[in-house]
């Protein structure tokens, strides 16, 4: 009885356990500290006494960033016979130092430093003024170690882990942003009451405005054929084909050969087990922009002495209530996705609408 249940198939170790899964970091090797290297140029001018221009240069390159690969691939067939490199063992994916990136910017700064504000010779306030402007592009391999919604966590193709260079997630080439703040003038000193009516408002603006997300179109079947793994992504890390004059929007399924039922729609889902990869890069494609203003107001009221004050004011946010989208929508299509949800905007969330707040702040 126990020789019959100690009986293995042929084509399976004796030990079983060698078929189970493991996870490793810097498997037989060192371990790579990941680096960052920058450099930077820059030129600043004054223009007259409150003034500051500025235009910097800022390049980072960041080298052995930590990613996980599948390290004992393999493929069913027709890229594949259905083993691993090794089929004594089960799925081997290491952590290690393996990714790169690259970022180039252009910053551009109009900067008014504190200070009084005089038009026609007269004593306006004080005010401060930062615009800042930056043109840069982020190129990377992945993004995300753990995954997330702009992960590329786990390579298109686990034979080459550099083939999913791209924009990054985070890659933002487009972003403007200007902050400013206005004191009111101290008039009526010489009496009381009027000052205090007068004297000590405050308002603060920042505006944000910057291109949106970048993003993936995934294909939920295992097109290429790629052994299971331990980490789920292995199969949402593949792409979809590309058509490039089919319409927005539109996708279509594939017979195992990659024929396209519908000729004219414009992203491909490759069938599981077909060996296709697809054909569209990474991050390819790319939410709507986002502009958003802040406003702050508030009332300084002096009560006892010159070191006394009630500040009372109220903060609007997202002063002109627009509908920014910062989360991806449905971008992993397979035989079930409905037209309605692919890229559909109107079903993800968004920033909160116009909001505002109250309050109240005594100093002494």
């Known amino acids: 009885m126990r020789a019959f249940f100690a009986r293995t198939p042929s084509n399976f170790p004796s030990n079983l356990a060698q078929l189970l899964d493991y996870r490793f970091y810097a498997l037989n090797e060192r371990a790579k500290s990941p680096r960052s290297q920058q450099w930077t140029v820059s030129l600043q001018y004054q223009l007259g006494k409150d003034y ?5 240069y800022i390049g980072t390159k960041g080298s052995d960033l930590v990613r996980e690969i599948e390290t004992n691939y393999g493929f069913s067939a027709p890229l594949g016979n259905g083993a691993r490199l090794d089929p004594t063992r089960g799925s081997i994916v290491v952590g290690q130092g393996l990714a790169r990136s690259i970022y ?3 910053q551009f700064t109009l900067e008014k430093r504190f200070g009084a504000l005089n038009l026609f010779g007269i004593n306006w306030g004080s005010s401060q003024f930062n615009a800042n402007y930056t043109f840069s592009a982020f190129i990377s391999e992945s993004d995300d170690v753990l995954g997330g919604q702009t992960n590329r966590t786990i390579p298109s193709d686990p034979r080459n882990p550099h083939s999913d260079r791209a924009r990054s997630g985070f890659d933002q080439p487009h972003r403007f942003v200007m902050s400013s703040v206005y004191n009111s003038p101290d008039v009526f000193r010489s009496h009381p009451i009027l000052n205090r009516i007068f004297s000590g408002f405050e308002i603060g603006t920042i505006t944000t405005i910057a291109s949106g997300i970048p993003f993936t179109i995934y294909n939920a079947n295992n097109a290429a054929g790629i052994l299971s793994s331990q980490i789920s992504t292995v199969f949402l890390s593949q792409h979809v084909g590309l058509n490039p004059n089919g319409a927005e929007g539109t996708f279509t399924t594939a017979s195992a050969a990659g024929v396209p039922v519908d000729a004219n729609a414009r992203y491909i ?14 991050n390819t494609e790319r939410s709507p922009y986002t502009s958003n203003t802040n406003v702050s107001v508030s009332k300084r009221i002096r009560t006892f002495g010159e070191t006394q004050n009630l500040r009372i004011g109220m903060e609007v946010f997202n002063l002109f209530n627009r509908r920014n989208f910062t989360v991806i929508p449905t971008n ?9 949800s692919f890229l559909n ?3 993800v969330n968004t920033i909160t609408g116009r909001t505002f707040t109250f309050g ?3 100093e002494w």
């Open 52 to 56: 500051v221009v500025k235009a910097e």
């Open 104 to 106: 180039h910017s252009g």
């Open 269 to 282: 889902i490759y069938p599981a087990n077909s060996g296709i990869f697809g054909t569209l890069g990474a």
């Open 332 to 340: 992993t299509l397979s035989a079930t996705t409905t037209p309605a």
């Open 345 to 347: 905007y109107g079903l």
């Open 360 to 362: 109240a702040r005594y």
